[in-house]
């Protein structure tokens, strides 16, 4: 398998922000991106969708917790 | 044939081996109690019965060796042996801490934002104290190589002086990483790096007061005209493993 060249490269990353950006404008609904999910699964390698969407998650767990929203456990406070 | 005709140790019945695998029991299950049940009566028995052991059996060595002269050039080779042993072995306790550090900070994942240092840690400057630390370390490289040349060319004011800037300079080393310890941010429960930081830093610290202290051993042997300028293998081996 070769790797993607910079046109597939640039197609692939291109597809990502489409669909991210439908995600951004529908509170994560993907049931309502699900063509352009299609789409950026038929222009990514497999694993660079898998690292995408595990990135999302970190990315959409880092806003939560800049925003406070997790705060350490009383009953462990001062072990 | 009242004596014995080869130049090995044949060594007198000891109860030290019984007594130090009786502190190891203490220790462990005392930690044990410690995790567990918030009591330390358990290990404060191991630490104490650890120290009384290793305080006797040295002392017996000592006594041995320097005063009975069972230390023939032949026993000399085996200490050597076993004390190069040990330290290879130590080699390899760290190499684990090594490959931890390395595992993680090469390839940070995911839920660490894919970075090093991982989000929110605020690392410690390297340059500042820890870069103090390593010159700290390295004069006393040089001191303790000063003190071994002294001591073979029998300069003894100078070996004395020599062995305690080492010293002096290893307790300087701790004294400020624990400063440091102090001044970080996060602590060992901080994720992966506050645990790879930690094991590493402190089993090292750890290594360095065991290396003191077998430095300040031999200083208190060294006025006590224990060693001669041919002959002074517990120098040699708290030299090497000072270097270690």
Same mark, same amino acid.
Not at chain 1, 7 to 36: I, P, S
Not at chain 1, 47 to 71: C, M, N, P, T, V
């Given at each position: ?7 597939? @490269?640039?197609?692939?990353?291109? $597809? ?10 529908? $509170?994560?609904?993907? $049931?309502?991106? @699900?063509?352009? @999910? ?28 800049? $925003? ?12 | ?16 081996? /019984? ?7 203490? #220790?462990?299950?005392? #930690? ?9 009566? %358990? ?35 085996? #200490? ?10 130590? *080699? ?12 993680? +900070? /090469? ?28 010159? *700290? #370390? &390295? ?11 002294? %001591? ?16 002096? %300079? ?5 004294? &400020? ?11 060992? +429960? ?7 930081? =930690? ?6 610290? %750890?290594? *360095? ?9 031999? &200083? &208190? ?11 002074? =293998? ?11």
């Amino acid at each position: 398998m070769a790797a993607p060249s910079m046109k597939e @490269r640039q197609v692939c990353w291109g $597809a990502r922000d489409l669909y991210w950006r439908c995600l951004d404008d529908n $509170a994560e609904d993907a $049931a309502r991106c @699900r063509q352009l @999910r299609s789409s950026f699964e038929a222009s990514c390698p497999q694993q660079w969708i898998k690292y995408f969407d595990k990135r999302r998650d970190y990315l959409k767990f880092k806003e939560k917790f800049e $925003a406070g929203e997790f705060q350490p456990s009383q009953s462990t406070e001062n072990s | 044939m009242t004596h014995q005709t080869h130049a090995y140790h044949m060594v007198n019945p000891s109860p030290w081996p /019984l007594t130090g695998a009786l502190s190891a029991l203490l #220790l462990t299950s005392g #930690l044990a109690m410690w995790f567990h049940y918030n009591t330390l009566t %358990l290990l404060y028995l191991g630490l104490l019965t650890n120290m009384l052991t290793m305080y006797q059996w040295w002392r017996d060595i000592v006594r041995e060796g320097t005063y009975q002269g069972h230390h023939t050039p032949i026993v000399q080779k085996g #200490l050597r042996y076993g004390m190069i042993l040990f330290i290879v072995s130590e *080699v390899f306790f760290f190499a684990g801490f090594f490959w931890a550090f390395y595992h993680s +900070s /090469l390839v940070p994942t995911h839920d660490l934002g894919g970075c090093w240092p991982p989000t929110g840690i605020i690392p410690l400057n390297p340059l500042e104290v820890p870069l103090l630390n390593t010159s *700290v #370390l &390295l004069a006393s490289g040089v001191s303790i190589t000063w003190a071994h040349h002294s %001591l073979m060319e029998g300069k003894r004011n100078n070996m004395n002086q020599a062995l305690l800037i080492t010293i002096g %300079l290893g307790v300087y080393f701790t004294a &400020l990483q624990a400063s440091e310890y102090l001044e970080t941010s996060f602590s060992i +429960s901080d994720g992966i790096y506050g645990s790879t930081f =930690f094991m590493a830093t402190g089993f090292h610290g %750890l290594h *360095v007061i065991i290396g003191s202290t077998f430095l300040m051993v031999c &200083l &208190l042997r060294q006025l006590k005209y224990h060693f001669t300028s041919k002959h002074h =293998f517990g120098f040699e081996a708290a030299a090497w493993y000072w270097h270690f």
